[in-house]
Structures are given as structure tokens and as C-alpha cells.
């Protein structure tokens, strides 16, 4: 199967509430999705979402490689999955976050082909069935000790047992 066409969809997500850290304040996340589509209905999905205070790429680079990168990927096979990450490394190599979309999209658009989910593709490349569950965190930010306590209670009633503190 061959990826026969490229969008890119540049999205911004307002965040619920702003997000304190070292670096900043946001109040929001910029990116780009990357669809990999191959035949009517089978379409692989990644996301670009850089974060340039913490060292990768900006959003405006990732959308320049990314625009770099689409024409190359037109006609690539899914049976040269492999080679094409090859060449996603040599052809993106300062742009970590546009290349992860597309290392993203491509594996995606390999399970939806085979008519599985991601996760189920992948945890079957090596004998294995995929997780029902996975762990995730809450995050919590800000300077004020009362508001990352009112936080951190918020989390621990919704069920998070882990808690990932950002201060200044």
C-alpha cells in the first residue's frame, strides 16, 4: 500500500486554565497534524506539537520541514516502513517534532492498512497484546503553594496517582 496523498492541519488548543512554569506562562499549545492517507478511508494521523522553551523546533519550523518533507512521502510504500524512517532521520534531523508526526502518521497509517488499531500493531511486532489501561499523570503549575495544593487535591480526587509539578 502506497501513501498517495499529504495534509497538513495547523490547529492552536486553548488550555482550560494557563499552565506556570520556569520558562512561561501558556495558555495555549500550537501544532500541525500530519494525515498520511493511502486509499479512500485509510489515513494515518500524527501530530507536530513543539515546544521550542524545551528545546526542540519552533512551530514555524516544524511546519517548514514538514512542507519539506510531504512531497517525499507521496508514493512511499508501507513495506519500506523501515527505509522511509531512515530517511525521516537524515531529512528532518533538526526538526524533532515534525519528525515524530510523521514517524507517528506512518506507523498509524501501517495498523489502520492491516485493520488494527496502533496499539495493537505494534504490541503484536513483538508477540504481545496491547495494554487495556496506561498510567498517565496530572500536571501541576504555578508558584503559589495554596493553588499546586488545590491542585494536586483536584488530581488526587480524579483518580491520578502520579503528580508532575512544574515551578519556577
Do not use: C
Not at 492517507?37 to 514538514?66: C, Q, S
Amino acid at each position: 500500500m502506497m501513501i498517495r496523498r499529504v495534509r497538513l492541519a495547523p490547529f492552536r488548543l486553548v488550555l482550560r486554565e494557563p499552565l506556570e512554569t520556569a520558562t512561561g506562562i501558556f495558555t495555549a499549545r500550537e501544532g500541525v497534524l500530519v494525515v498520511l492517507e493511502a486509499l479512500p478511508g485509510i489515513a494515518g494521523i500524527g501530530e507536530a506539537t513543539p515546544l521550542p522553551e524545551f528545546g526542540t523546533e519552533t512551530i514555524a519550523e516544524a511546519r517548514e520541514a514538514l512542507i519539506a518533507l510531504a512531497p517525499g512521502l507521496v508514493g512511499e510504500s508501507l513495506e519500506n516502513l523501515e527505509e522511509a524512517l531512515e530517511g525521516l532521520e537524515l531529512a528532518a534531523a533538526s526538526a524533532p517534532a515534525a519528525r515524530a508526526a510523521v514517524d507517528v502518521a506512518l506507523h498509524d497509517l501501517a495498523a489502520r492498512a492491516s485493520g488494527r488499531s496502533l496499539a495493537s500493531w505494534l504490541a503484536g511486532r513483538f508477540g504481545r497484546s496491547p495494554r487495556q489501561r496506561v498510567a498517565v499523570n496530572a500536571l501541576l503549575g504555578g508558584r503559589e503553594p495554596e493553588r499546586l495544593a488545590e491542585q494536586a487535591q483536584r488530581a488526587v480526587s480524579q483518580g491520578y496517582r502520579t503528580l508532575k509539578v512544574k515551578v519556577g
